[in-house]
């Protein structure tokens, strides 16, 4: 019957034949244990097209007393040479979605583990201007408006504009106008663009304000 547990049954078969009895040879049957596995992911499983690392997988199992071998699978499909226990995800894929599971087999039983989803999104590019004099003397009464143009980006885009390498407080829009007022000195502009989780730093312009000569 179906729903044994674990263990090994032995069968045997009698018959009877008017008042004489003879008993069959033995056929045993052994149900094992099937196992069970679980994955995880040690790191992001959220990435950016050109990123330097992928996550780890790491599996669990138990319900296996012998030998376990195991088979990583992309998108349901077996990954040549990837048989440990554990599995990096390979740098250089593409944007896109990839998912992940691992069978083990115990015995002759085989089990497959809960599914580990790895999305790769497009990386932005940006690129920033000026118009306007971007070489300023001291007491200018307008600065220069920085612009920006963003391309791979197909949802909502977040901008901070940084000088030299620190953000500016409330600086969040496409645009941004340099302030008047800044003393003699050497200032670089750039934009940190963020679309789905990738962010990228545009190309820098630099505004140089002079000190004004007396006569």
Do not use: D
């Amino acid at each position: 019957p179906t729903g044994l547990s674990a263990g090994t049954y032995t069968y045997t078969l009698v018959v009877t034949c008017g008042t004489c009895s003879a008993t069959s040879n033995s056929v045993t049957v052994t149900v094992q244990q099937t196992p069970t596995v679980t994955i995880n992911a040690s790191g992001s499983t959220t990435l950016c097209v050109g990123y330097t690392g992928g996550p780890t997988l790491t599996s669990s199992v138990s319900g296996c007393s012998g030998s376990v071998s195991y088979q990583w699978r992309l998108n349901g499909n077996a990954i040549s040479g990837a048989t440990s226990a554990t599995y990096t995800v390979p740098t250089g894929l593409s944007a896109g979605t990839y998912t992940y599971t691992l069978v083990v087999t115990c015995g002759s039983c085989s089990a497959m583990s809960n599914s580990i989803t790895v999305t790769v999104n497009q990386s932005p590019s940006v690129t920033i201007s000026s118009s306007g004099s971007t070489t300023l003397c001291v007491g200018y009464t307008s600065g220069p408006t920085l612009s920006s143009s963003v391309s791979g980006c197909s949802g909502s885009v977040t901008y901070q504009w940084q000088l030299n390498g620190n953000a500016i407080s409330g600086a969040t829009s496409a645009t941004y106008t340099v302030p008047s007022g800044l003393s003699a000195g050497t200032y670089t502009y750039t934009l940190v663009v963020t679309c789905g989780g990738c962010s990228v730093t545009s190309n820098s312009v630099t505004v140089t304000v002079q000190q004004t000569p007396s006569v």
